[in-house]
Each structure stands twice: as C-alpha cells, then as structure tokens.
C-alpha cells in the first residue's frame, strides 16, 4: 500500500507542475528556448545536495560506477523535461499529458529484459487497464480532430524513452545502496545539466534577464513549480525501490487523468487560456476512464 500512495504523489503533484509549466512557457517562452526553466530545475536540485548531504554525509560513500549510472540517470531527465517543456510550446497541457502513458511500455520491456522483473497475470492485466483507461481519456471526439503532429510524437516519445531508462538506472543503483545516496547522486547530474545550460551564452543571457525582469514573481512560481516537482519526483523515486519499475510507471501514466481533471477545474473558472471541454459526453468518457485506472490499480495492489 505504500508503495502505491507514493507512485500516486507523484502524478498529482505532476499534473499541478504542468499546468504551471504550460503557463510559464505561454508567458515567457513562447517564442523562445524553453532550457532557462531547466536552469531553475537545477538549481533547487544543487541546493538540495547540502541539505541531503547534512543529515546524512554517507550519501558520498559510493562506488565510482554508481555514481556515473545516477549522474547520468540526473542528466536523461533533465533531457527528458527539455522534451516536454518544448512539447508544450507547441500543444496543450492536456494533450501533451497523453504521451506520458508510453512511459509503463518502456518500462516493462527495461524491466523485464534488464531488471528480470516479473509480473503476476493480475498485475499484467491492471497495468493494461490503467493504460487503457489513460487512453480512452485521451481520445478526442468528433468536433476535436487534429492532424497528426509528427513532432509532438517524436518529442514525447523520446521524452518517455529518457524518463524510462532514467528511471531504471536509478533503481539498478538504489536497489543496491540506499536510497538517500542514490537520491543525492541523481540530483548532482540533474545540477551538472543545469550548468551545462549556464555555459550557453544565450540561455544564461536569457536567465539573468528573465530574473531581473520581474525577480520576485519568476523566483516564487518557479521556485513552487520545482518544489511540487521535487516532492513527486522523491516519492516516484522512493516507490521504484518497494515495486517493480512497470508498476510504478503504470501508475505515473496517471498524470494524463489529473490533467485533465485540473484542466476542466481551470476551464471551469476561466483560469486558463486553453478552455477544456465540459461536455457531459466528455465528462462521462473521462469519469469511464477514472474507473479504468482504479480498477487497474485495484488489480495492480492485489
């Protein structure tokens, strides 16, 4: 049960960050490289090392090869958020979030080849339906057909494929050692891709800018935004070391069901520039596939 209260956190505190992603990158990065908000990823991920190193200055005591396996675990995701914050320049919140669900596809095939994880029928059958259920909430009606966006596809597809493996190297090393070191190693390669972005001179130019434009509203909602992303990203990752990788990418998958739900939420109070329909119609298939995912989950847990 732990396990999936943790796999969940994650999901709804996602759902919440993307919508402030996707009002970050309507109102300052519409037109222009997305990497400055990755900066401020980093740095709350640079100045959680101090922190995580003083209650625990063990978290350094790790082999060599570990340490590169989490370093590079940091670096994919990061690349992976480059991917979705681009994806989002181009697409709305709320279909972006689709593509989060061909994150359990990568990760029982890395699992299952790699990790030799094996699942019960039961378990196999509930991460189908929670799949299934995130897809039927994803399809578009009649009056919302839309031409196939080859490079909406591509991003997210190579977003989920980085956030998979990134996702398996992280247990590989944590599986082994504890989870406060891997913890620690992980987010020094999420920093070190950060101050590969500094070293750029347009998106450091692009970051001091952007901070002395306006410093105390872009420092707060970007400072929330990577809180929020910080805490799901600590209690996905800490589930990865109770349950097997599909499992606990089934349930990410989720992420697309919140966004929808906060989305109708925002439309609702005329919030958000991308209005979600309230068509009852819609509102029954997406409850349909509420019950999908629960259902799925039900069998995930038994």
């Known amino acids: 049960?732990?396990?999936?209260?943790?796999?969940f956190s994650g999901p709804v505190l996602w759902a919440v960050s993307t919508h402030l992603d996707k009002y970050l990158v309507e109102r300052y990065f519409k037109t222009s490289d997305v990497g400055t908000l990755l900066i401020f990823t980093a740095?709350?991920?640079?100045l959680a090392l101090p922190i995580i190193w003083s209650l625990n200055p063990m978290v350094v005591d790790i082999d060599v090869r570990s340490s590169v396996y989490l370093i590079v675990a940091g670096v994919l995701y990061m690349a992976a958020m480059l991917f979705y914050l681009r994806a989002l320049q181009i697409e709305d919140?709320?279909?972006?979030?689709?593509?989060?669900?061909?994150?359990?596809l990568f990760g029982y095939g890395l699992g299952y080849f790699i990790l030799g994880e094996r699942l019960s029928p039961a378990q196999i059958a509930g991460g189908l339906l929670t799949i299934c259920g995130v897809a039927v909430a994803s399809l578009k009606g009649?009056?919302?057909k839309r031409k196939f966006n080859g490079r909406l596809v591509a991003m997210m597809l190579v977003c989920s494929l980085a956030t998979s493996v990134s996702s398996l190297l992280f247990k590989i090393v944590a599986i082994h050692?504890?989870?406060?070191?891997s913890a620690f190693w992980m987010y020094a390669g999420e920093a070190f891709f950060?101050?590969?972005?500094?070293?750029?001179p347009s998106d450091r130019r692009r970051f001091w800018s952007l901070i002395k434009s306006s410093p105390g509203f872009v420092v707060s909602i970007n400072a929330f935004n990577e809180l929020i992303n910080l805490v799901g990203s600590l209690a996905t990752r800490y589930a990865l070391v109770l349950a097997p990788l599909s499992l606990v990418q089934a349930i990410s998958s989720t992420t697309t069901?919140?966004?929808?739900?906060?989305?109708?939420?925002?439309?609702?109070?005329?919030?958000t520039s991308s209005q979600e329909s309230l068509d009852a119609r819609e509102l029954i298939r997406k409850g349909c596939a509420a019950a999908f995912v629960a259902a799925g989950v039900a069998l995930m847990e038994s």
């Open 1 to 7: 049960m732990t396990w999936l209260l943790l796999s």
């Open 43 to 46: 740095c709350l991920s640079a």
């Open 93 to 104: 919140a709320s279909l972006v979030a689709v593509f989060f669900q061909a994150g359990p």
């Open 142 to 144: 009649r009056s919302g």
């Open 177 to 181: 050692d504890a989870f406060w070191p």
């Open 194 to 200: 950060g101050l590969l972005l500094l070293l750029l």
């Open 257 to 271: 069901l919140f966004v929808f739900a906060f989305a109708v939420i925002l439309s609702s109070f005329h919030l």
